[in-house]
């Protein structure tokens, strides 16, 4: 959880002084606003982590000053594992 807070806060850091405006500024903002929810309440749900690690990477993957923070991100995401499958 560590890892994925200071992941979230660098990312919200970068994108709140990030001059540009994009059209899905306000769903990467979203979306790391659930995240960082997640790891300050210590309760991750994978599939939801994914989902919002999909659209934060959607919604400022074009914006290569910010890459490097969406892979830091994903890269905690990634640490805890993959969706279980449902049977």
Not at 34 to 51: Q, S
Request: glycine letters at 10%; proline letters at 5%.
């Amino acid at each position: 959880m560590t890892g994925l807070r200071a992941a979230v806060s660098r990312l919200r850091r970068e994108l709140a002084a990030h001059p540009g405006r994009f059209s899905d500024r306000d769903v990467a903002e979203e979306e790391l606003g659930v995240l960082a929810e997640m790891a300050a309440r210590g309760d991750p749900d994978i599939a939801r982590m994914r989902r919002a690690l999909l659209l934060i990477a959607g919604a400022i993957g074009s914006v290569s000053a910010l890459a490097p923070g969406v892979l830091a991100v994903r890269n905690a995401v990634d640490m805890f594992g993959e969706v279980p499958r449902q049977r």
